[in-house]
């Protein structure tokens, strides 16, 4: 009987060794792995929000170089100068007499406007043709120019036989405020 109660013994330290070692085993893995693993859940996070960061400022990028294309549709400077020498070139170009050029004053669009309008009126004459060849050459320009009020008169025949109509044109451009000037 006593062999087998030594055996039982043996049998139940074997049992609570491999026990205890299993347990040991866990909780020592789990105290290990547990910080390991919410290392690695911690930096899986980081790297999503890594990736979303790089695709907003990817997409910031893209989207100023395509705000950028429109650089060239503002007006090159808020003084008149340039205006009515484009004005006056575009006429030339397109056989239309100016008669008169006036720059309008008043050129801030509004206290939370972005641009400054740089404004023109101006009279011409010329061929029904060339009338229609200038204000196509205003509205295609390299710079953005609005055609705003546009009165023409009854056309007069020359002696010459030929057909001139007048014209009169309130033309915008717009130049942006430093603070929201592209850079």
Do not use: C
Not at 101 to 113: C, I, L, R
Not at 114 to 121: G, L, N, S
């Amino acid at each position: 009987m006593t062999e087998r109660l030594l055996a039982l013994l043996r049998n139940r330290t074997l049992i609570l060794a491999v026990v205890a070692g299993v347990a040991g085993t866990a909780i020592g893995w789990n105290l290990m792995l547990k910080k390991q693993v919410g290392t690695l859940r911690a930096t899986r996070i980081e790297i999503k929000s890594q990736i979303e960061r790089e695709k907003a400022l990817k997409s910031i990028v893209e989207l100023n170089g395509q705000a950028k294309a429109f650089d060239a549709l503002y007006a090159p400077s808020k003084e008149m100068s340039w205006f009515i020498d484009a004005v006056s070139l575009i006429a030339d170009e397109s056989n239309v007499t100016l008669l008169s050029v006036t720059p309008q004053t008043g050129s801030v669009t509004g206290p939370s406007s972005d641009f400054i309008r740089v404004e023109v009126r101006l009279d011409a004459k010329g061929g029904y043709h060339a009338v229609g060849r200038f204000t196509s050459r205003l509205e295609s320009y390299r710079t953005f120019i609005k055609l705003q009020s546009v009165a023409m008169t009854n056309p007069v025949t020359l002696s010459t036989g030929k057909t001139e109509l007048g014209l009169g044109l309130l033309l915008t451009a717009f130049y942006p405020v430093a603070e929201s000037q592209p850079q």
